[in-house]
């Protein structure tokens, strides 16, 4: 990942947020950017830096528990707010141009929650009859915004995202199948009430958190399907997209004040 690249766009573009709020008339529209986008590009900096910080940190051996819930933490963070912001861009684009005669935010009946999607059918339909080069720039990331749904909504919704631990290779591939053996053992002894295994049960756990080697790759989950992806490439291409579609969205802003 290009950080000097990433530090420089996001810098750009928070400085261009918070003049954008000063030009405003519509008091909705300030809060998706000041309150939303603005918060929101914050925790994405700090999550991917660290991130990033802990994998450079980390050595060949597999993470340990206090690392890998960190970075647990952090990839679920960065995702939620990513998709967040992208709802915030959305808010503040229907507001902005009126693209519904009546928004409405809470949660009552006839609310705008399913329309306000920045890439759903009605709303790109709306925003193109209003303004038709900024719907059909953004319309050049919509495969890339169906592909995020598919990493951020099951993390939001049903499983997080998960991180690997380690990953053994072929040669430890006995030792892998010599500790799982030992534990089913134990276990067996355990229900039947037997805790005299204790000690061997917590020296097992300690060689399996010992076996392996640090990979940075994250398990998505789809329904009973599961798929490994590259940590530094998915946040490398996720955050290129994304600050690309913010360009879009404030620069036509600009461009009509």
Known sequence: MNFEDFSKRESELIFKISHLSSILTD????????????????????????????IHEQNDTPLNSENASWLKLLLNSYYIN??????????????????QEKIIEDGGKGNSFSFTDLFGKDFSAKLKSVKQTLAEELEHHKDWYIDLKKIRDPAAHRIPLSFVQGVVTENES?????????????????????????DEAIKNQNNFSKLGHFQPIIV?????????????????????????????????IFKNT
């Open 174 to 198: 006995d030792k892998l199948k010599e500790l799982i053996s030992e534990s089913e053992l134990i276990i067996k002894e355990f229900s039947k009430g037997n805790f005299s295994k204790l």
């Open 27 to 54: 008091n909705n529209s300030k809060r998706h950017i000041n309150l939303g986008l603005h918060n929101r590009f914050l925790m994405l900096k700090i999550a991917r830096n660290k991130i990033i910080q802990i």
């Open 82 to 99: 990513l998709r967040g912001a992208l709802d915030n861009l959305a808010w503040f684009l229907n507001y902005e141009f009126k693209l």
């Open 220 to 252: 998505t989950s789809q329904g009973s399907k599961y798929e490994l992806k590259s940590i530094p490439q998915q946040i490398d291409k996720d955050h290129k997209e994304f600050l690309c579609v913010t360009e879009v969205i404030i620069d036509n």
